[in-house]
């Protein structure tokens, strides 16, 4: 199996004619990820000093930038003067910036249902990071989050390797989602009864879960738990080297970084009827296969 789609874009806002867009496009929607392996993500020289694990929290794997909210989170307290934190926001703000740029340029269609969402820098070493097998981010997985449902909506990410070492992001890719969902989805519950309204209420999710996001969850439980798939499920280890920048939607592909330290990110979200192939969204694969709508379930 092979789902990367390799292009030679070396430019954040580069020119790309149609046939070019209807190629990424058509990859990209139907679990493919788009590898930039030309297109880097500049450090201007006063932001090298921002590439040690000293400036993250330990307690977050990400030092982010939220938009609208203004400040990052994920420092250490207490490090770096004024004019430091104004620059690692600077640097942060820069890659949202060529990021946008980029989704422009080669996804114009886009543009008028895409949300900015988070922004950050992961100075951490994937290796050497401890977590429970939930949060274990080396074990394949399709995004989902507990505290904060989608509702339905495209995770659209684009990332860049900005190691000054040589070193890259290792990532594993799995099969393709709805393959996946037909072995795991079975296992499955419904929500019960007023279980969204109450988780709401008592402020363990941000927004109303659906049974959408109560679904992608337990897929995203169910294959970190299960070894014998992580082993042997088909799957390819792929190595982006410092300077490539690559797009995926990571509700859909299944992924687990394996190494690497130092990397960009950059979080869009976009509704499922937005897209031009809007069957290949997990929502309406999952809608598929359980005959029912699972956006509206309370």
Do not use: C
């Not at 740029?101 to 992961?122: C, D, E, G, K, V």
């Not at 799995?174 to 969902?181: I, Q, R, T, V, Y």
Request: proline residues 7%; charged residues 20%.
């Amino acid at each position: 199996m092979n789902i990367i789609k390799t292009f030679n874009f070396n430019q954040w806002d580069t020119t790309v004619d149609s046939s070019v867009r209807d190629e990424v496009i058509d990859a990209l929607e139907h679990g493919h990820v788009i590898a930039l392996p030309q297109l880097e993500f500049k450090l201007l020289p006063e932001e090298q000093k921002f590439l040690s694990p000293d400036w993250a929290d330990k307690k977050s794997k990400n030092i982010s930038l939220r938009p609208r909210a203004g400040g990052v989170s994920g420092l250490k307290g207490a490090i770096g003067s004024e004019a430091d934190l104004s620059a690692i926001q600077a640097m942060i703000q820069r890659y949202a910036d060529q990021s946008l740029q980029l989704i422009s340029a080669i996804l114009p269609s886009y543009m008028p249902n895409l949300t900015i969402a988070n922004t950050s820098f992961r100075p951490l070493e994937v290796e050497t990071r401890a977590s429970s097998y939930r949060k274990d981010d080396t074990r394949l997985h399709s995004d989902a989050f507990p505290s904060n449902p989608t509702q339905g909506t495209r995770l659209l990410r684009v990332f860049n390797n900005v190691n000054p070492y040589g070193k890259p992001r290792v990532w594993r890719v799995g099969e393709p989602f709805d393959k996946m969902a037909e072995a795991y989805l079975p296992k499955t519950k419904a929500l019960l009864p007023m279980q969204a309204w109450l988780m709401k209420q008592l402020h363990i999710t941000k927004r109303t879960r659906t049974e959408y996001d109560h679904r992608m969850l337990q897929l995203h439980d169910q294959l970190k738990a299960d070894m014998h798939y992580q082993q042997h499920a088909p799957q390819q280890s792929v190595n982006f080297m410092p300077g490539t920048t690559w797009i995926v939607y990571s509700d859909q592909v299944l992924h687990a970084a394996m190494a690497g330290q130092y990397m960009m990110e950059q979080t869009f979200s976009l509704p499922a009827n937005a897209l031009k192939w809007p069957e290949t969204a997990p929502l309406k694969v999952l809608e598929k296969m359980l005959n029912k709508p699972l956006i509206n379930s309370r």
